[in-house]
């Protein structure tokens, strides 16, 4: 069999993709894999490739960053809009995925870096989460919520629940 994730994080901005997927890969002892970390490494930093290249190329270099994390033993997280691309759509069916929700008033605080060109404030991100949102229902084998918990806590959980259903 091919190597494949364990599990792969989707969801929207500051849900806690990359924080909660690099504690969920130590606890089930296998490597980490953020695509945007990947991208950043190659290509340089997001907000320099949508501003001097614009969305749809930044989507391609997204898409060549997730095709190789999902031939990986590996935690996966992706970034918010890595689910847009129809490829990654069809290579999501058989995977084991988990989406992270927050609500609006948690996610108030997790946004002022600045980092995220698409997220100019809680209006812009709840715009696209509310467009995104079928679609992250559709893909997601479970959901889990980062609002009100700590991320240790969460971690435990979802390591608990990828341990009960190891297949
Ligand atoms: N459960 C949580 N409680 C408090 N802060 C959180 C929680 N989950 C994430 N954060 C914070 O939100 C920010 C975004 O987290 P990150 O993992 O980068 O999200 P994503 O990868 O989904 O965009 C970080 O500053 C992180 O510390
Ligand atoms: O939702 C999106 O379209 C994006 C989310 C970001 O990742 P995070 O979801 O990890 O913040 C990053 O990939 C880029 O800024 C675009
Ligand atoms: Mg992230």
Redesign the pocket.
Known sequence: MPDRPLLVLI??????????GKRVANLLGVPFV?TDKRIVAAHGAISDIFAEHGEPHFRELEREAVEQALTEEAVV?LG?GAVLHADTQRDLVDQRVVL?T?TRA?VEA?ITTGK?PLVAGVDSWQALVDARRPLYESLATRTFD??H???DD?AADVARWIQENDS
């Open positions: 969801g929207a901005p500051a849900a806690g993709k990359t924080r909660l953020d997280a918010g992270l927050v948690a997790r995220r980062t609002s918990r700590h991320l969460i």
